[in-house]
């Protein structure tokens, strides 16, 4: 299992990430993106005119990707809540291209442990896939 029953529901509470990619001159790219995340755990990007974005061409050239996802949940008691995914991704052409990501590394924070006290909370980090 790639997600915690947590992550999981956490990822598809959620409508906004940030997508890292590698330009060919070797440079990172952020972009916000809309995404969802399938039943093979596989996270898909979205958007408009996305075969013709700049992250679309640096996913073709050479597949590298980090992927994030984070919100504050409550200012009071402060509550900090991430899932940053790094791994593979294909730019999948056809009537609605996509971006599908291939998760090989997990992290988590604030997601697994709602209870906990926010300077008590621990990273939850691993490789899956």
Same mark, same amino acid.
């Given at each position: ?12 509470? /959620?409508? *906004?990430?940030?997508?890292?990619? !590698? #330009?060919?001159?070797?440079?990172? /790219? ?19 005119? *996305?075969?013709?974005? /700049? $992250? ?7 597949? $590298?990707? %980090?992927?994030?996802? @984070? ?17 593979? %991704? ?15 590394? !997990? ?5 697994? #442990?709602?209870?906990?006290? %926010?300077? @008590? *909370? ?8």
């Amino acid at each position: 299992m790639t997600f915690t029953a947590s992550e999981l529901a956490y990822l598809r509470s /959620q409508r *906004l990430g940030r997508m890292a990619t !590698v #330009q060919p001159s070797g440079t990172l /790219q952020v972009s916000p993106v809309g995404f969802r995340v399938e039943d093979d755990d596989t996270i898909v990007i979205v958007g408009y005119n *996305l075969e013709t974005s /700049q $992250k679309f061409r640096n996913i073709r050239d050479n597949g $590298k990707v %980090a992927f994030v996802v @984070d919100d504050v949940a409550s200012v009071t008691p402060r509550r900090v809540r991430c899932v940053e995914i790094r791994g593979t %991704a294909e730019a999948v052409d056809g009537p609605t291209p996509v971006i599908r990501i291939h998760p090989r590394r !997990v992290i988590s924070f604030g997601i697994d #442990q709602p209870d906990t006290e %926010a300077h @008590d *909370l621990t990273v939850s980090s691993r490789t899956v896939g």
